[in-house]
């Protein structure tokens, strides 16, 4: 992962498993599951009208749309669940809708749909009919229209995720939710007009920046302002639970279930930031990180020698090597997987303790991450003492650097001028004019950061290079793009995050670009 420069790598899950990208059968399903919400978000606004909300169906519409941003292959029984869930809350609300239509003495509008329910479930026809809906975008859109589709899509995807984070801290959120009805409900009109989509991409990236801003205001509430901490990857005999993700609420609600009972506790992947916060720094039995990451996690889960909770939403494609074992509080997940209810981790616990654990520590290079506001000037300081020395500025932001992509930054690192000055937020780097800040797994901070040199140098120009694409980067690059930075470049980014065409979209709409050679971008 991107906080793992011990050994170098050019080969992970993603690229020889294909664990990245979304194969064509799951891709096909979604298409039914997305004709279904078109359908339903036309009645849910119609009952919005009426002073109506559905409490119920809002969940079910918010965890499905979180649920497509996960990359596993449903199996039929999975997905049955999904359709029967889909078709059971779109008869729900239409019968509510006629039936107070009724009452009001209104005439009831009804929306044309192509949707024909099996009365015994078959997963061939539901394929046949996730190909025709594909083809059928094929033939009414053009290239920058899909792709512009599929960036807005994902961008709702990542809204879903941050407001089920936001429920787990007990805060609810509905205009976003309406506005995520309007665009579906806009999917069911015959014709596309690429400005529309676009108004509505650069909409919902305000909204899930706002939702981001929240969630972290709440982490640090709740655990205190973050600080530079120093994480241990060594690991000890005992029993263990790895929980990986980035919801840090449910680390919370793990680590007091565990707490007194001889479990150690890591993190793995993005939940490595949870150590930068005080309050959970203070629980001994969190131990440190594991693995090598998120694009590793084949590997790492099949070494870990406990159960694995994989937290809201960061389901990924897993194996039969360690089902029995994994355990999630989401409410779409694959067959093999266990479903914690209401918070109660004693399955989790009991498999923990039937696991063999570790029988032997390994020691490791332990790892300093993260900044706090508090010092964020005084780590800057050389970029901010000399107003007039640097008028570009270079940002690497966190990362999974193959060896060509660390062949390219090195090169980078010993081209840019001296009027040049580099932060790498991951990359190790020394070199008079730059600093390096691991702040690893907090897709926020580059917001902090580029606000504060917006602060104290107005004027310069400032580019981003994005090492990894998540599920928030795009929603992310589009706000940088639009309102602190004036260039952005990728350099590794999968398809189930970004695909070529929403690449070709984010160049021709937006002028973000891949990197190309060194040379070239610089002068670029």
Same mark, same amino acid.
């Given at each position: 992962?991107f ?31 997305v ?9 849910l606004?119609?009952l ?22 996960s990359?596993?292959?449903y ?11 889909l ?30 329910p ?13 190909e ?33 984070t ?7 959120e ?31 990236a ?37 929980v ?18 001889n ?19 203070k ?40 089902r029995?074992? *994994? ?7 694959? @067959?093999? +997987?266990? =479903? !914690? ?5 004693? #399955? ?7 696991a ?29 003492e ?9 940002i ?46 907090d ?21 981003l ?8 980067? *795009? ?5 940088l793009?639009? @309102?602190l +930075?004036? =260039? !952005?470049?990728?350099?590794?980014c999968? #398809? ?29």
């Amino acid at each position: 992962m991107f906080y793992n420069y011990y050994n170098d790598f050019e080969y992970d899950s993603c690229s020889s498993r294909g664990i990245c990208s979304i194969e064509p059968r799951s891709a096909s399903l979604q298409e039914v599951i997305v004709m279904y919400l078109k359908q339903l978000s036309y009645y849910l606004l119609k009952l919005k009208e009426m002073g109506v909300t559905s409490t119920h169906l809002k969940q079910t519409v918010i965890n499905i749309l979180a649920g497509l941003s996960s990359n596993f292959n449903y199996s039929n029984i999975q997905f049955q669940i999904i359709l029967n869930k889909l078709e059971t809350g779109l008869a729900d609300a239409i019968a509510l809708y006629e039936k107070l239509c009724k009452e009001k003495g209104l005439v009831s509008e009804s929306l044309k749909t192509n949707i024909k329910p099996n009365k015994i479930f078959d997963i061939t026809k539901s394929l046949k009919q996730g190909e025709k809906e594909f083809l059928k975008k094929i033939k009414t859109l053009n290239y920058l229209e899909r792709g512009m589709f599929e960036l807005t899509f994902n961008i709702i995807k990542s809204i879903c995720i941050n407001i089920i984070t936001l429920q787990t801290y007990g805060k609810n959120e509905d205009e976003t939710y309406y506005e995520i009805l309007e665009f579906l409900n806009y999917l069911n009109n015959k014709t596309a007009d690429i400005d529309e989509i676009k108004e509505f991409a650069d909409s919902f990236a305000e909204y899930d920046y706002k939702l981001t801003k929240r969630i972290n205001e709440l982490q640090i509430y709740n655990y205190g302002k973050q600080e530079e901490c120093e994480v241990s990857f060594s690991t000890r005999p005992n029993k263990a639970i790895l929980v990986t993700g980035e919801n840090i609420k449910e680390l919370e609600l793990i680590l007091n279930a565990t707490e007194g009972k001889n479990i150690d506790v890591y993190t793995h992947g993005d939940m490595i930031l949870a150590h930068t916060f005080p309050k959970l720094s203070k629980f001994e039995h969190l131990r440190g990180q594991f693995g090598t990451g998120q694009e590793n996690c084949l590997l790492d889960y099949a070494t870990f020698p406990g159960a694995i909770y994989l937290a809201k939403n960061s389901l990924d494609r897993i194996e039969y090597l360690y089902r029995g074992r *994994l355990f999630t509080g989401d409410e779409i997940y694959m @067959k093999g +997987v266990i =479903k !914690i209810n209401e918070n109660d981790f004693s #399955p989790m616990i009991k498999s923990t303790l039937d696991a063999k654990g570790f029988k032997t520590g390994k020691e490791k290079a332990p790892l300093k991450i993260g900044c706090s506001d508090s010092n964020l000037m005084t780590v800057f300081q050389p970029l901010f003492e000399n107003p007039y020395r640097y008028n570009k500025i270079l940002i690497m932001g966190s990362g999974a650097y193959s060896i060509e992509q660390k062949k390219y930054f090195d090169e980078l690192i010993e081209t840019i001028q001296e009027d040049t000055f580099l932060i790498s937020l991951t990359y190790p780097i020394e070199k008079e004019n730059s600093v390096y800040l691991n702040t690893t797994g907090d897709e926020f901070f580059v917001y902090k950061l580029v606000n504060l040199i917006r602060e104290h140098k107005p004027d310069s120009e400032i580019t981003l290079f994005y090492g990894k694409c998540t599920k928030h980067s *795009l929603s992310n690059m589009l706000n940088l793009k639009k @309102k602190l +930075v004036d =260039k !952005i470049f990728l350099s590794k980014c999968f #398809p189930v995050s970004v695909n070529p065409r929403i690449m070709t979209t984010l160049t021709h709409i937006y002028g973000i670009k891949t990197i190309s050679n060194v040379e070239m971008d610089l002068r670029d």
